[in-house]
Every structure is written in structure tokens, then in C-alpha cells.
């Protein structure tokens, strides 16, 4: 026998989850003991959204995050981050602090509740795989272990609610045994066969095979093998947005980004005339797609997705994604190098460590040069989080360096996502033991006004990011939507916010001799969370941006700010 709360913090650090980010309350508080007690770190937060965004950043890295809430008022405050971590396929464990079991059953009007008890719980239901209330001692084990299983096999949100009677309650762990790391189900033998036969031979035949990787294999650590795939057979890849970094991109066969009509023309061109493209695990969402205008040719389309496989018109059922991917490895046809003349990331890419960058110290500055400098100092393996709007749409042209991946919230689009998924990020690198790695963050003021409170959580625990405060004095991303005065905000004084906060003063940067400056210091201090407010432009941003503004724009029936007019005049 063995006390609940002492078994669920058992089971968190066995299925790979160092760190609970939370706030406390009166319902929790138990549950907390028991968590501050174990081998788990507890990182307290400003508030309870952001504990789910730093829950979803730390599981990106780490594999598996969690996040701890009181009951309906700490958890609703939760919910819109649960739901950007189902959308993106994100395994976060959400755990809730809640009543007492008898005030369950007498449903009596105490503080936080909304009459029925179980509203907050109806709510978490369609955003997460599974869910639970840890009410009997009988079963709450077995209900442990089958909710933390499903929310590693299918890499999305899970629920856990624990009524404050039940963290002192011994529980019977006899039934369950030890923890078992779920496995993939095994494919069907006889239709994965047929599936692999069917998807070489097709490869085989074609003459200019495309592959297009995407976030399925981020999630389910598939990385390595989809290395092997293109380093073997010599068939070069372009990624998605959902999807960039997946593997270094200065790999010889990278092409670069596709994002349907709005890829580089070459990139665009090389898809658009591929004979084999096969899509591994990707979603293909709007902004993936730039605005669903992907060129995949359905009759030399092969869609490869968790459990199946597409080809053509007809589908492969019951065949999971990293058995096929392993079998594929070993079986893939191996083209020449290069299989043929395809575009190169590595020279194409508008961003890159060897691009050239016109400066004038006096310049005003301006995102093409914060992003084109930025490419030259991103250090290797570092993590580049880009909220939505101007800097994830900077950071699609910009080349992360060897061993660099990406974090950004492409399908959801949640703003004020990146800075609780920033903390959430550095302390998962801290666990994982690489201190050489660290976090770049780029995100634009009117996004930060909603989470900023959490760069002090980053100085309480003392992590060491730059923090790229992007100044265009409000929303541009809406701005290039349609405009009006609600895509106004406060001017804030940015840069004295980390002092503020307890930390250190930030640099304010205007021109391109200051933003230099800023980012010398930056690498100077590897140890430090260095704050850099880049001030620019209100509607300056790129060609993507404002082509994902008109298309916004026009399926939400509004006037676009961007016309065809104004995009034409643009190079790419």
C-alpha cells in the first residue's frame, strides 16, 4: 500500500516528467505537499494559463510535461493552453486540485464551483485523450497508469482530478506493477507488407522523389530514423512549418520550407513537379499549406500517418507510423547523389549564417535585418521559439544552425503562447543535462502584454534565454488583417521590465549598430537571461506575414489591408 499522492508523483517521474508547473490553492494544496516531497521539481508560476504554455514547452523537449491547477478557477484559467497542446499533439498531464469526495456527492455551493461539480471536468473532455477522478482507492492506480499511458501513446493532454480527502488515502498498486513505458501497437503484418511494397516501388519508379517530414515524427522522437531515410536513399525533404528543425537544416538534401503558393518559387516548383511526394506525419493546417494551396499531385501522393498509410486513392489501415518508418529505412532504394538537381536550402534559404547583411550603424532597424543578423549568431543546437505573427513568420525564412530546432504554436496560434513555453523550454534543457543549448525567444509586444508576468519566473529560477522583444507598437499581425484602433496597446517601457522583475536591465535597441551591440552582449553572456527590445516599424514585416493577412482577411469576409496590388510589388 502506498499514499495516492506519493504513487501519482511516482508515476510522473517514471514516465519521464522532472518538473510540475503550477499555483497553488486551497484545493491543491495537499497534492502539493506531496509533490515539493518527491523527486519531482516544483516551478511555481504567475498564473495558471501559463503553467499550461511553460507544461506544453517543457514536454516539446522533454517528452512529456505536466501542469497543476486548483480546482474550476485555477483550471478554466488553464484550459485555453490544454487546448493549444491537443491541437499540436503535445503529451501534457494536467492535474487538478479539487473538493472533498463528500461535497462531490452533496454538491453544496462552495467557493469556486458552478452548481454540478463535474462542469470543469465536461469542459477538459473534448481537449484531452483521457481523463479521471481519483475518488476510490480501489482503483485510482490502475486509473493512474492507463492515463498517463495513453497520453504518451497518443501525444496529447490527459486529466487528472484529485479531491482534496484523496492525497492522504492509501491505495492498493498491487494489480498495477511496475511502469511500463507505452509501445506503439504492432502493424498488421500482411497489410504493412503490401503498404512497403507498394510505397518502394513507387519510389522506386519515380524520378524526382520528394519527401515532406512532419511534426508526427517530432513527437514521437522519430527523428533519427527519418535521417536515415534521406541520408540512404539520397531524396531530398522539405519541411512545414508545424515541422522545421526536425532534423538539422544544413542537411545536404534540405530544400527548405514549403508552404504551398508562398514557398520560395525553386521550392514551390520542386514539389509542384514531383513525381513521389510522400508526407510522414504531418498535418496539413492553414498556415502549413499557405492557405491550402499546396501543390501535392493526389495520384503521386503517398500520405503516411499514425496509423495508416495513403496511396493514391486507397489506404493502408492498422500500419503505425515508426514501425513503418524503421521497415522503410531498411528498404528505401537508394538514387544517386544527388538523385537529381533540386533546390538547397543551404543556398536558397533568405536567412542564413552566411548571408550577406547590408549594415549602417545609424540605420533604423528593421525585421529583414533582426532575423538575417540573427541567422549569423543562433548557436548550434539552440532552440529558436517564435510567437505567431511577424517573428514565426520571420523565423520560416530563417536557417536554424546545426543541431538547432524550433518551437512555435503554428496550428493553434495562441499569442502570448511563447514566453510561458520559454521558461517551460529552459527548464527541460536543464534536465535533460546540455547546458551548451539554450533558448532564443522572438515574440512581438502585443503578444507579450498577456503572459509577460513569466520572464520573472525565468529570473526566480534562473534561466538564461534571450528574450527578443519585438516593439512594432501593437498587433501587425492583425494589422495586416484589417485595421483599426483595437490593434492599438500601451506602450510599455520593455526593457526595464527584467529589473523590474528582479533581474537585470534590458537592452533597448533602435538601429543596427545597437541591435549588434545587444546581441554581442547576448553571446557574451551565455549564463545570463538577456532581455532585447528591437524597435520597429508598426506594419513591418514580411511578404508571408501579409499574404497570411489577405488570406485571413478574405475568409473572414473583411477588407483586407493587403492588396494583390501591394503584394505584387514585393520580391520574395
Known amino acids: 500500500m502506498v499514499k495516492l499522492g506519493e504513487f501519482l508523483c511516482q508515476r510522473l517521474k517514471e514516465a519521464g516528467c522532472d518538473d510540475v508547473f503550477g499555483v497553488p490553492g486551497d484545493f491543491n494544496l495537499g497534492l502539493f505537499n506531496y509533490i515539493v516531497a518527491s523527486e519531482l521539481n516544483y516551478v511555481g508560476c504567475c498564473n495558471e494559463l501559463n503553467s499550461a504554455y511553460a507544461a506544453d514547452g517543457y514536454a516539446r523537449v522533454k517528452g512529456l510535461g505536466c501542469c497543476a491547477t486548483t480546482y474550476a478557477v485555477g483550471e478554466l484559467s488553464a484550459v485555453n493552453g490544454i487546448a493549444g497542446a491537443f491541437a499540436e499533439s503535445v503529451p501534457v498531464v494536467k492535474i487538478v486540485g479539487g473538493p472533498m469526495r463528500k461535497h462531490f456527492k452533496e454538491m453544496p455551493l462552495l467557493h469556486h464551483t458552478l452548481g454540478d461539480y463535474m462542469t470543469p471536468y465536461k469542459m477538459y473532455e473534448p481537449i484531452t485523450v483521457d481523463q479521471c477522478v481519483l475518488n476510490d482507492p480501489r482503483f485510482a492506480a490502475r486509473d493512474i497508469d492507463r492515463v498517463l499511458t495513453n497520453c504518451l501513446l497518443y501525444k496529447r493532454p490527459v486529466y487528472i482530478l484529485v479531491p482534496s480527502d484523496m492525497p492522504d488515502m492509501e491505495i492498493d498498486t498491487t494489480d498495477v506493477g511496475e511502469w511500463k513505458t507505452p509501445v506503439e501497437p504492432a502493424s498488421e503484418p ?10 518502394v516501388e513507387r519510389l522506386r519508379k519515380a524520378k ?5 517530414p512532419g511534426v508526427e515524427l517530432i513527437r514521437r522522437g522519430l527523428q533519427d530514423y527519418f535521417q536515415q531515410l534521406t541520408t540512404k536513399s539520397h531524396i531530398p525533404y522539405a519541411t512545414m512549418l508545424l515541422s522545421k528543425g526536425l532534423i538539422s537544416e544544413t542537411h545536404p538534401n534540405f530544400m527548405g520550407l514549403y508552404m504551398g503558393q508562398r514557398s520560395l518559387p525553386e521550392v514551390r516548383e520542386a514539389i509542384a513537379n514531383s513525381d513521389c511526394v510522400v508526407i510522414i506525419g504531418e498535418k496539413l493546417t492553414d498556415f502549413n499549406t499557405g492557405g491550402f494551396t499546396s501543390d501535392f499531385n493526389p495520384k503521386s501522393r503517398i500520405i503516411i500517418n499514425y496509423d495508416n498509410v495513403s496511396v493514391s486513392s486507397h489506404s493502408y489501415n492498422q500500419v503505425y507510423i515508426g514501425e513503418f518508418l524503421r521497415r522503410l529505412v531498411e528498404m528505401v532504394p537508394v538514387f544517386p547523389d544527388p538523385a537529381y538537381e533540386y533546390p538547397r536550402a543551404k543556398y536558397g534559404c ?12 545609424e540605420a533604423k532597424l528593421d525585421m529583414r535585418y533582426i532575423f538575417k543578423k540573427l541567422a549569423k549568431i543562433l548557436p548550434e543546437k539552440c532552440i529558436l521559439i517564435a510567437e505567431t505573427g511577424a517573428s514565426m513568420f520571420s523565423a520560416a525564412e530563417t536557417m536554424l544552425p546545426d543541431g538547432g530546432t524550433y518551437i512555435g504554436q503554428t496550428f493553434y496560434g495562441s499569442i502570448g503562447y511563447t514566453v510561458g513555453s520559454c521558461l517551460g523550454a529552459c527548464i527541460a534543457l536543464r534536465e535533460k543535462g546540455d547546458p551548451s543549448r539554450r533558448v532564443v525567444l522572438s515574440v512581438g509586444d502585443g503578444s507579450f502584454q498577456l503572459t509577460a508576468q513569466e520572464v520573472s519566473t525565468m529570473i526566480r529560477y534562473n534561466c538564461n534565454p534571450v528574450i527578443l522583444l519585438i516593439n512594432n507598437d501593437g ?24 529589473k523590474i522583475f528582479g533581474g537585470k536591465q534590458g537592452i533597448k535597441a533602435t538601429t543596427h549598430g545597437e541591435f549588434d551591440q545587444a546581441l554581442s552582449h547576448a553571446t557574451s553572456n551565455p549564463d545570463d537571461l538577456v532581455f532585447i527590445e528591437a524597435v520597429i516599424g508598426r506594419l513591418d514585416c514580411n511578404r508571408l506575414l501579409k499574404c497570411a493577412g489577405r488570406m485571413m482577411a478574405m475568409n473572414n469576409k473583411l477588407q ?13
Open 208 to 212: 524526382h522523389p520528394v519527401f515532406v
Open 350 to 361: 533568405p536567412n542564413r549564417r552566411d548571408s550577406v547583411i547590408s549594415k549602417v550603424d
Open 190 to 199: 500482411s497489410v504493412l507488407e503490401e503498404a512497403l511494397e507498394e510505397v
Open 475 to 498: 498587433y501587425t499581425i492583425e494589422r495586416v488583417i484589417t485595421d483599426n484602433i483595437y490593434n492599438d496597446i500601451q506602450m510599455w517601457d520593455y526593457a526595464s521590465l527584467p
Open 560 to 572: 483586407p489591408s493587403i492588396t494583390e496590388e501591394m503584394l505584387e510589388k514585393e520580391q520574395l
